[in-house]
């Protein structure tokens, strides 16, 4: 699905993006200084199109749907975005599977409510989880693929654009625990190399290509 937001940029025209979501979107420590998606995404618009982009990271370490939610006014839409990018679920199945309909419920309202700002909304899947690490940080996540799912579930049925990155997460790893452990720097965070895997999935689905 082609968004106006990127063909706003191939014409030269400027645009703003607000990337929201939890840790995995905010620029923090589990990168140990290296840039994380969003900062790459940056640096490639940057390399294609020039300065003709405004890019705001809205990521809050800890942050679910009802989070971002309750956030969205003041941390996205009052900058009248072009393009939101909403990537979520982590945290949110720590609440178990009784919640999955109003995480949906939540998603939508995010999705609707971008919409009715007069904004593209994209949502992107994280990474996966790998149940052979026996980390409590993992374990506490054993309804994770549950909520990947209903998102998956809810972009289909809604028609809201959706970069699979899990899905190419799954597709590297092939099920090996050691390739997944090369992409992460703990176990629910990936590191650099696999920001740089976020990073690539998301050029492909959004079309960017280099001018050199």
């Known amino acids: 699905m082609g968004l106006a937001t990127m063909e706003k940029l191939r014409r030269g025209e400027r645009v703003m993006i607000v990337c929201i979501g939890d840790s995995i979107t905010e620029q923090n420590f589990h990168l140990r200084g290296k840039l994380n998606y969003v900062g790459q995404l940056a640096e490639k618009l940057i390399d294609t199109y020039g300065r003709k982009f405004l890019l705001l990271n809205a990521g809050v370490s800890g942050d679910t749907s009802w989070g971002v939610k309750d956030r969205l006014e003041r941390d996205a839409l009052r900058f009248a975005p072009d393009l939101v990018t909403v990537m979520l679920g982590m945290n949110d199945c720590q609440r178990g599977p009784e919640p999955l309909p109003e995480f949906r419920r939540n ?28 980390e409590p940080a993992v374990l506490a996540r054993v309804h994770y693929p549950a909520y990947v799912e209903e998102l998956r579930r ?40 696999g920001h740089r895997l976020f990073a690539e999935t998301l050029f492909n689905y959004l079309g960017i290509e280099p001018t050199i």
């Open 154 to 193: 809810m972009a289909e049925e809604t028609g809201t654009p959706l970069c699979d990155i899990g899905r190419a997460w799954e597709q590297r790893v092939g099920g090996a625990t050691n390739m997944h452990l090369l992409l992460m720097n703990d176990g629910i965070h990936p590191g650099e190399a």
């Open 107 to 134: 998603l939508e309202t995010i999705v609707s409510r971008i919409a009715a700002a007069g904004s593209e909304a994209l949502l992107l899947t994280q990474n996966a989880l790998d149940y052979n690490v026996r």
